[in-house]
Structures are given as C-alpha cells and as structure tokens.
C-alpha cells in the first residue's frame, strides 16, 4: 500500500493542481450571471410593449433556441471543413449566416409569424440537406436528428394544429431519407469521427431539448404563480379551486356568519375638495391599511364600494368565533384611524356590524366577485347607514355573541329602513381579564 501512495511532495503539488472550491464557486456565479444577461437580452429582441406574456414569452424561446444554436453550426462547419467535406461544411455555414441577419429584421419588423416560420423551416431542412451530402444516416452520424428541434420548437411557438404540420414534414424526410439511402455515395470519413459524431449530435440535440423545456416549465409555471396569485386576490382559495375545477354557479348557505361594513364620514364633500388622483391615492392607503388588520385575522374581504369597506367572517370557512374575531377587527381599525393621517388627512368611519345565516358564492360567467346575500347583510350595512362617526354599531344578534368579551353601550331603539325599530348597542372596547381572587392566587 505504502507504494501506491505517491511521495508527500508530489501530494502537495498534485493538490495545488486541484481548483479551489472558492474558485470554483465564482467561476460558476460568472456563468450564471452570463446567462442571465443572454436571457435579457434574448427578452428584448423583438418584443412589443403591447405583446401579451405568452407571446413575449414565445418570442424569447424563438430567440434563444435560433441563436443559441449558432456556435454549435459554426462549430460542425469548420470541423466538416476541415475533414474534407466542404460542400457538407457550407450547409451549416448558410445557418450562421442566414440566422444572425434573419434575427436582426425580427428585432426591426418584430413579426413573430416571418422569423418563427423561416427558421423553422431551416432548421427542418438544413440538417437533411447535410445528411444527403454525406451518403445517408450512419456517414452523417444521423444528423438528421437536428431536424426534430423544428416540431419541438413549433411545439412550444406554434399553436398546436400548426405544429402537427411541422412533425408530419419531419417525418416525410425521413422516409424519403430511407427511400434514397440506397442511391447516395457516402463520404469517406475515419469510423472514429462518425462514431464521434453519433455522440455529438444526440447529445446536443438532447441537451439543447432539455434547456428549452427546462425553461419554458420555468417561465411556465413563474405566470401560473403569478396569476394564481392574482386570483387569490379576487376570490377565497376554496372558491378559485372550485371555478377552475369546474365553471358553474357556486352557492353555500352559512347558518351563522357576521359582516361589517365601514364607511368614510363625510367623504361626499371631502372628495369634492380634491383631485381624483389624491382621492384615489388616500383610499387606497386606508384600504391597504385595512387589508393587513383582515389577514391578521384571517377574516374574509368582500369588497370595496367607493368608500365603503366590507369584511365577513365564518364565510367561507365557518368558524364559531366570527362575531368575535369581527368586532376586534373593528376595534384595530378604529384605532388604526384614530392614530394616523391618511393624505395629510384626519379621517373617521362609521362601523356596523350584523350577525346571522347568509348565502355566499360566486353567480355569473365573466369578472367573478365573491359575494354575500341575506337580511343579515343588509342588516350590517343599515348599522353603518345609520351609526355615529367613529361608532362601532351592532346589532343584538352580535350582541348576544360577543357580550361576554367586549364592553357594548345600549343605545336604545333605532328606526331602521326594511326593519321598523331595532335595539343596537356601541362596542367600547375589549373586557378586561378578570383577576384571580386572593383564595385563587394562595
């Protein structure tokens, strides 16, 4: 053993031969930025401001597999040349020729259709053309197989019946191929290149269709993300699963939920006073503001109607603590506004809050909004309609759910639109623990 191990000199040396892994860890951050700066570049060639993400998406791919394969044609063309095949060599040579100056009219005319079509079609031809020249598949190496990237790009740049077009081309090549194999003179190459060869298209073509995919599944599934994200937004989670699994009416009764709703006071003549780009901007400060209290709560946004703010809680989860969860919402909003300035503005709300069975879903076919329907709903919003600036108004249904735990003020009857005289109340604020008595604390 003691001689297979070589002299602690030569250990050291051959170790310095080694890269480090710092190094290492650089050179692979260079070529990674590298390919990020292709990549944008590659995003710019020939894009429209007004191209939708899957065309602009299209555009990229077409870019990046017609000119990323371009130091690969250079390179078959000069080893070609120098193997003594130069009719071979050219054919490849009028790729880079021809791809370079094509690229540039798509990044002048930005037509899509022309630049994916001609290099489709050339990267369909080219590589039969080259096999013909060289006697048939095993002289060429089976060149031929560069002529499959012509269906796979159609695939992900063409609509799909298009791209049927293109796979049945490739294959009446291949058959005409098997036709004229007997009747072509094959070029006299060493076995090693042919065998070299083999290697070198297969695992280029392979590679080169992996890079594609492994791409396109990237900006695939970055828009799916992102759109999924954007309707998760517009609709609860339970709601956009059931929409995409299958469109119809979705409807579900909800025995007990509370909705409040909260109204800007005197914002009439307040927005007379400004322009409708600062009212804009102070709504949807106040909105945002609104919206980060609702997902601490993990309460349920409705929606917005000009100033009108609408949460519900127990849709569409139902949960045994909506009316509590509501009302200390309404509490932290209330503080919320009291301890800021929205626009350089000192704003007040009126809250109202109702508690009862609803009907929640989603009715219609286009630009779906979840929403709530009852007499509880419309209940809510008359405790808005006709509460105090900086109230919290409910109900005695949310009363009776929530007496316990929050400190309410009776404010008598009301006289309510649709519903005669109710008795409401003011929450005041959260009850205070109750401290354990002395015998307790012992």
């Given amino acids: 053993m003691r001689r297979l191990l070589p002299p602690m000199s030569a250990r050291g040396r051959f170790r310095g031969m080694l890269p480090d892994a710092s ?24 894009v429209d401001p007004g191209d939708s993400s899957d065309i ?20 078959w063309s000069i080893v070609y040349l120098i193997a003594g095949a130069p009719l071979t060599a050219a054919i490849p040579a009028f790729y880079s ?58 695939l ?70 992102r759109a999924e994200m954007l309707l998760l937004n517009i609709l609860p989670r339970e709601i956009s699963e059931a929409l995409k699994a299958e469109q119809r009416t979705i409807a579900a009764q909800y025995d007990s939920a509370s909705i409040l709703f909260a109204d800007v006071v005197e914002f009439t003549p307040m927005a007379a006073t400004m322009t409708p780009m600062r009212l804009v901007d102070l709504l949807n400060d106040v909105f945002q503001c609104f919206d980060d209290l609702v997902e601490t709560y993990d309460l349920e946004k409705i929606k917005t109607i000009g100033d009108c703010y609408m949460v519900a809680a127990g849709v569409p989860r139902p949960r045994t603590d909506h009316a509590h969860a509501l009302v200390q919402l309404a509490l932290d909003m209330r503080a ?28 219609g076919r286009k630009k779906f909004i979840y929403d709530l329907w009852g007499e509880a709903v419309n209940l809510a919003s008359r405790m808005e309609s006709h509460g105090q ?54």
């Fill in 389 to 442: 600036s900086g109230a919290i108004q409910i109900t005695r249904n949310t009363y009776e759910l929530v007496k316990d735990a929050f400190v309410c003020e009776a404010k008598g009857l009301v006289n309510v639109k649709g519903a005669s005289q109710m008795d409401v109340w003011h929450v005041l604020g959260r009850k205070a623990a109750p401290q354990p008595s002395p015998q307790q604390a012992a």
């Fill in 156 to 225: 992900l740049l063409e609509e799909l019946r298009r791209t049927l077009l293109w796979i049945v081309g490739f294959v009446l090549l291949l058959v005409a191929s098997a036709i004229l194999q007997p009747y072509l003179t094959p070029v006299d190459l060493p076995e090693s290149f042919v065998t070299w060869f083999f290697m070198l298209n297969i695992g280029s073509v392979i590679s080169i269709t992996f890079l594609l995919l492994y791409y396109f599944v990237g900006q695939r599934n970055f828009f799916q993300e």
């Fill in 56 to 75: 602009a998406l299209q555009k990229r791919l077409a870019v990046l597999l017609f000119v990323g394969t371009l130091p690969l044609t250079i390179l």
């Fill in 97 to 154: 020729i021809f791809t370079p100056i094509n690229t540039a009219l798509f990044a002048w005319s930005r037509n899509l259709g022309v630049y994916r079509f001609s290099q489709l079609l050339v990267v369909l031809v080219l590589p039969w053309l080259v096999m013909m020249s060289m006697g048939g598949f095993k002289p060429s190496s089976v060149v031929i197989i560069w002529a499959a990237l012509c269906p796979l790009g159609a």
């Fill in 23 to 46: 190094h290492l860890t650089q050179q692979s951050g260079r070529l990674h930025s590298l390919g990020q700066r292709l990549m944008a570049y590659a995003g710019r060639v020939g």
């Fill in 336 to 363: 919320a506004v009291a301890s800021r300035t929205f626009g350089g503005r000192r704003l007040a709300f009126r809250i109202g809050i109702n508690s009862g069975p609803v009907v929640a879903g989603v009715i």
